[in-house]
Nanobody
């Protein structure tokens, strides 16, 4: 049974930084894709950043140049370094992983940015 355990959320002032961590367990096969999505109050869940594990990462335009995704395939861990945070980044951030059996989601971690 695949489980994604997220950590690192919290509250920060505008301009501050946070680092999210997600550890995936329970899969004998590697994940093709790992990354993050987010959902702000009253909005749909949206893509933030993902990595294929071959050094190729994709970012949403709204976070490009502020967020950095890093992935450690050996221990199925993915990090999201978030810098220059703004109140518009306030959301629940969900870890995402995908292998041949399907997509998986974490429970989410709250990120709140105050102005």
């Amino acid at each position: 049974q695949v489980q994604l355990a997220e950590s690192g959320g919290g509250m920060v002032q505008s301009g501050g930084s946070l680092r999210l961590c997600c550890v995936a367990s329970g899969s004998a096969t590697r994940f093709d894709v790992m990354g993050w999505y987010r959902q702000a109050p009253g909005k749909q869940r949206e893509f933030v950043a993902t990595s294929t594990g071959h050094g190729l990462s994709n970012y949403a335009y709204s976070v490009k140049d502020r967020f950095t995704l890093s992935r450690h395939n050996a221990n199925n861990t993915v990090y999201l370094q978030m810098d220059s945070l703004t109140p518009e980044d306030t959301a629940v951030y969900y870890c995402y992983a995908r292998n041949f059996r399907g997509p998986y989601w974490g429970q989410g971690t709250q990120v709140t940015v105050s102005s």
